[in-house]
């Protein structure tokens, strides 16, 4: 079917495509295959040159390096005594000589002879017969020139070392080796190369077998059929190497590849003809079947029409892309139908809008503009064109580079969204804010090649936006003031905590001399129980009051952020006590009522932080105390005790704090524990609002929660719930242990201390500690006089106040240290600050220990110990913990065997009126007959627990009879 619609097409069409294919292809092939050969035969070329090269290296480098090792071992054998001897006496050379050439060889082989000449070139004696009567002249010429001579003939190498004596030759070593014994020449005819050696005459030495057969012993004149080189020899003067290849034999391969190519090229030409002809048979059919369909498309605009080609790929996507065709003009017919349409939509649409409408096309350069987008400015659609002109003109001058910038970086897709406020000049002169907004059509790549929009007129709503920017304007001003308030609060609150932390300073100072005393007091072993018992209280109350100025540095500490957990184990009946102590006084001198409310099952001892703990009791009894007027205050304690694998012995403690007070409104209750949140009540008393923050803060530190419930006029109750670890006992009360006296070091003078403070009772507090122990001590009231003792008496450790008049104790320490012309003391800071960053500046001045006032006695003397190395013998002072109430009930005797029967009554009656002065007068009465059952009674009276004393004077009725 395919023949029958061949001829419809030219003749020539079958010709043209042969003389256009063909041809093209035969000379491309053809110098492919030239262009190949000589590669070939570059590379043949190449390669023979690049074997002569390897050759004559390994030839000139084996040669070259059995000269060197000859003529070193020659040379050597040439400065050999007995050579010499024999040389100049007769006797060495004919005995000595001749023995010592017996046995003389350098190679080791048979064939090699060594033989000494005199200057005349006489041989004297060898190894082997002598072959020729005396030295030639060349040799003889260089024997006496003092020269080194290494000859090559073509019976071997012959090597000549003079000997010289006393800087003239008197003779010569001849060193002879035939050329079958040097393994490289011996081995040219293993080779299929053309190899031999020349002299300067152009005279063959040495030639292998190959190439005599080719040249014979004659240097060859016409080279044209042989490849070759030519290369001299350093150790061999005169003598050349000549390495060759027959060129025909070199070069056979090439000409076995142009004949298979040839072969090749044929084949291919051949089966080329043959494929453009069936080729160009299929493709006039493929092409009759493309005409017709075309012919119907045009005649009869058929786009129904579909086609499909058999044969190669490219005649198949032939066809495909005449049907994509079809099926696209099928597209674009039915698209100008829908576009018709949405143009007519469009147009209804534009002319019902509010907003005005422009198309902008990036392509042609032309702009649309819609009869309402000209009529927001007071125009009709004739009296503007539609170009771009029309817009830029009538943007205001200060909005104009705006709004360019702003549709050039949407354009360029910097911006992912174009909407834009501006102002138009109306017709009437007025300007109109206008809101634009648009989107883009983008090609594949991203360039856009049509922008299309909208234009609103916004001018009413600036007008609104400018009367709402004067109204923001006095707000602004208002809430500027506010923060101005805000910033001096903040401010005040930090130079109250800076205040505190000074105060606590001048505080510590005082009770570093009453802390030290008290310690020094408890060393004395005269003193009586009671007098023990009255340095206690001093200890223990000293130390509560600066827990209590530590809590107040706590707050300054929480106000700056900064603040952690110390737990330790306490007594919550003493934490009771205290926080009752200080708060009973307050309210009766109110006229409240102070209740203190605990169940029985509360825990004895608690491990917790004790003294966060105390301060939000503390705040919330202080609160409910200063608000509430009339009435009373309740302090709530209870527990429940929760026993677990993850929290064993724990107790769920309980405090309530509740008042009779004027209580909060709802709304007031939820800002509560806001920071610097203050109800009315809490400004006319006054306070910074940061009490109740921080002790929610401090509960929730303690994985506790604080919570408020209260109504106007019913007063308020606070409840801390915490989790609290139970511990059975506390641990004794140790006093540091004091040193009675040191170690004496033999051959070491006393020890020297300077104190230096401009406080007298620290001064003496310090010499109370420190001279019973055998120091000596000088005291300085100030950095100067400090430095003026230190020259003169050269103190071992010097204790140094950090703030001293005349000179600190920074500037003393810097001047003390950096004298070099003594040796520097020890320096031991003694302060009462209470900042970190105070104690890295001390440090940085050079001090060598550091140590907080008030310190316990114990700290000093164990920085003294380390820094001058001494020891101590010391006697131990241990006051026991107090005892429970359980503990000591259970220690206590028999009431009868410890008390007579009126005492007894007594007793009973003081604890049943609660007469605690005399109670106590009673019990300290029987500590002259029982001094832990007094201690005991003590207990239980100071934890007023006088149900538990009258259940021991059981015995006695209650109504002061005895029992039967």
């Known amino acids: 079917m395919a023949a029958s619609r061949i001829p419809k097409v030219p003749p020539r069409f079958a010709s043209y495509i042969l003389w256009r294919v063909v041809p093209p292809t035969l000379v491309i092939m053809l110098l492919a295959g030239l262009a190949g050969l000589w590669v070939a035969h570059s590379m043949i070329l190449s390669s023979v040159h690049a074997r002569l090269q390897a050759a004559a290296d390994t030839q000139q ?56 000449v005199d200057f005349m070139g006489r041989e004297i004696v060898a190894t082997g017969p002598q072959t020729r009567p005396d030295l030639p002249e060349t040799l003889l010429h260089e024997l006496k020139i003092k020269k080194k001579t290494v000859h090559m003939t073509s019976h071997g190498i012959e090597v000549m070392i003079p000997i010289l004596v006393n800087g003239f030759p008197e003779g010569g070593l001849v060193f002879s080796l035939p050329a079958e014994t040097i393994p490289r020449l011996k081995n040219m005819d293993r080779t299929d190369l053309d190899i031999a050696f020349i002299d300067a005459n152009q005279n063959i030495i040495m030639a292998n077998t190959s190439y005599r057969q080719r040249f014979g012993l004659h240097v060859p ?56 002809i069936a080729g160009t048979r299929l493709a006039v059919g493929s092409v009759n079947k493309l005409s017709q369909a075309i012919g119907s498309v ?51 649409a534009a002319k019902g809008s509010n907003d005005g409408i422009w198309d902008w096309d990036l392509r042609k350069n032309t702009l649309y503009l819609s009869p309402k987008w000209k009529e927001q400015l007071g125009y009709k659609d004739g009296e503007l064109s539609n170009d771009f002109s029309t817009f830029t003109s009538r943007i205001h001058p200060d909005d104009r580079q705006m709004v360019l910038e702003k549709v050039n970086l949407y354009i360029s897709c910097k911006i992912h969204q174009y909407e834009n406020e501006f102002r138009m000049l109306h017709k009437d002169g007025s300007f109109r804010w206008i809101l ?25 709503r600036k007008k609104t936006e400018l009367a709402l920017t004067e109204t923001n304007i006095s707000l602004g001003e208002a809430l500027a003031v506010a923060e101005e308030m805000a910033v001096k609060a903040r401010r005040a609150n930090i130079a109250k905590s800076r205040f505190l932390a000074n105060m606590s300073h001048e505080i510590r100072t005082p009770m570093n001399a009453i802390l030290g005393f008290a310690h020094v007091l408890a060393r004395d072993t005269l003193l009586s129980p009671q007098q023990k018992d009255h340095i206690t209280i001093i200890l223990r109350s000293g130390h509560h009051l600066l827990q209590l100025i530590n809590d107040i540095l706590d707050m300054s500490r929480i106000e700056a952020g900064e603040t952690h957990l110390v737990s330790q184990d306490f007594s919550l009946s003493d934490l009771i006590r205290d926080v009752e102590m200080i708060f009973r006084t307050r309210a009766t001198e109110k006229g409240l009522q102070f209740l203190v409310e605990k169940s029985d099952s509360l825990p004895l001892y608690l491990h917790a932080d004790e003294t966060k703990l105390r301060q939000i009791l503390i705040n919330l009894l202080g609160n409910a105390i200063k608000f509430t007027e009339e009435g009373g205050v309740t302090l709530r304690i209870r527990s429940d005790h929760h026993f677990s694998e993850k929290e064993p012995n724990t107790a769920h403690m309980i405090f309530e704090v509740a008042d009779s007070g004027p209580g909060l409104d709802e709304n007031e209750s939820s800002l509560l524990f806001e920071a610097f949140h203050q109800t009315l009540e809490g400004f006319k008393a006054g306070g910074t609002g940061l009490g109740l923050t921080i002790s929610r803060n ?38 540091s242990p004091l040193p009675q006296a040191v170690i004496p070091d033999p051959g070491r003078d006393p020890i020297r201390i300077l104190v230096a403070d401009d406080v007298k009772e620290n001064r003496s507090l310090l010499h109370a500690l420190l001279k019973p122990l055998g120091f000596q001590i000088r005291d300085a009231e100030n950095g100067a006089e400090a430095t003026r003792i230190t020259d003169s008496w050269h103190p071992h450790a010097i204790l140094m106040d950090i703030r001293m008049p005349v000179m600190d104790g920074y500037e003393a320490t810097r001047r003390i240290k950096s004298d070099i012309t ?11 600050t209470v900042f970190e960053d105070e104690r890295g500046a001390v440090m940085a001045a050079g001090v060598d220990a550091f140590l907080r006032k008030p310190f316990q006695p114990r700290e000093l003397f164990d920085i003294l110990a380390s820094s001058l190395q001494l020891q101590y013998i010391f006697t131990p002072t241990t006051l026991q913990a107090a005892e ?16 007579s029967c009126e005492e007894r009554r007594d007793f009973g009656q003081a604890v049943r009126e609660g007469d605690t002065v005399r109670l106590y007068e009673m019990i300290r009465q029987t500590a002259s007959r029982n001094s832990p059952a007094a201690l005991a009674l003590e207990s239980l009276a100071k934890d007023y627990e006088y149900e538990k004393l009258l259940a021991w004077l059981a015995p006695t009725d209650r109504k002061g009879k005895e029992a039967p």
């Not at 070199?250 to 453009?276: D, Q, W």
């Not at 005449?322 to 349409?341: A, G, K, M, P, V």
């Not at 429970?884 to 008390?899: I, W």
């Open 61 to 116: 480098g084996q040669i070259a390096d059995r000269m060197d090792t000859l003529i070193k071992q020659i040379q050597h054998l040439a400065r050999n005594d007995l050579i010499i001897n024999g040389l100049i006496h007769a006797l060495d050379r004919d005995f000595y000589l001749p023995l010592f050439f017996q046995s003389l060889s350098i190679t080791g082989m048979p064939s090699e002879r060594i033989a000494l």
């Open 221 to 276: 004149e016409n080279t044209s059929d042989w490849i070759f080189m030519s290369r001299s020899i350093d150790t061999l003067s005169g003598v050349r190497l000549l390495l060759g290849q027959d060129r025909h034999a070199a070069l056979e391969p090439v000409r076995k590849l142009a004949f298979y190519m040839f072969l090749i090229t044929s084949c291919g030409i051949a089966a080329l003809i043959s494929s453009v």
């Open 298 to 348: 045009v005649n009869h605009r058929d786009l129904n029409r579909r086609i499909k080609l058999d044969g190669p790929f490219e005649l198949q996507e032939l066809a495909r892309a005449f049907n994509r065709t079809l099926e696209t003009l099928q597209q674009t017919t039915t698209s100008t139908e829908i576009l018709e349409q949405s143009r007519e939509q469009f147009a209804l």
């Open 436 to 460: 634009a907004r648009g989107a883009a059509m983008r090609d594949q790549s991203g360039t856009p090649y049509r922008l299309a929009g909208s234009h609103t007129d916004i001018t009413q």
């Open 698 to 735: 401090f509960a929730e530190m303690m994985n506790g929660s604080l919570t408020c419930s209260s109504q106007r006029g019913h007063g308020a109750t606070f409840r801390l719930e915490i989790p609290l670890r139970v511990v059975d006992r506390l641990s004794s009360i140790e006093l």
């Open 822 to 832: 003594q040796k520097s003391p020890v320096i031991i800071a003694l302060t009462a």
């Open 884 to 899: 429970s109430p359980q503990s000591a009930l259970a220690s206590l005797p028999s009431s009868p065997s410890l008390l």
